[in-house]
């Protein structure tokens, strides 16, 4: 009796707080560690890539680079005086680091309501879809992390009137998710 509570219970923690797990920092530089660690990023990210065509590699690095695998993160929030807490810079939240009006651009998108920023699996398949529509819409090729990252971070429009070119600290991190990706892509060929 007392065992059938305790697995009723474990259900109940596990469909609360999603089926994957965060990977610990020790594997965030490789891919295959990460898959190893939990196959349902792998099967989230190997989703996305065949619904949205956008590699796994370059959707993983976009994940690394927004949130370091971290389901819940989010802007530093400011304090006034030292304790009094003020809004945060933005409402990007999540894997992906969505802000509001992209997720929600997303879910009218897919139909995907239920749809929540802290599941890799919706995160994975808004990174994929939020490229299809750059690639869509801008021709930038999906195997293109530069520019998409670029695309992502600043917008389409803002990509389109070239924002990034007076940000230099952009493109340095639109580099770090371009070898990011490379670094993937090449363990991706020796995973199990």
Known sequence: MMLNRTLWALLAISLITGCSSNPPKSTYNNI?????????????????????????????????????FK??????????????????????????QAQDPAWYDYQKATGNWSARRSNIDDSLDFIGWYNYETHRQLGISRKDPYNLYLAYHEGRGGYSRKTYQKKAWLKRVAQKVTNQAKRYRSQLRNCS
């Open 71 to 96: 389901h819940d993160a989010q802007p530093e929030r400011p304090y006034f005086l030292g304790f009094i807490p003020l809004p945060r810079s933005s409402s990007a939240y999540g894997y992906a």
């Open 32 to 68: 295959c560690s990460i898959y190893d660690f939990d196959d349902d990023w792998y099967d989230a990210a190997r989703a996305s890539e065949k619904r949205w065509g956008v590699p796994m590699y370059v959707l993983m690095a976009f994940v690394h680079q927004e949130s370091r």
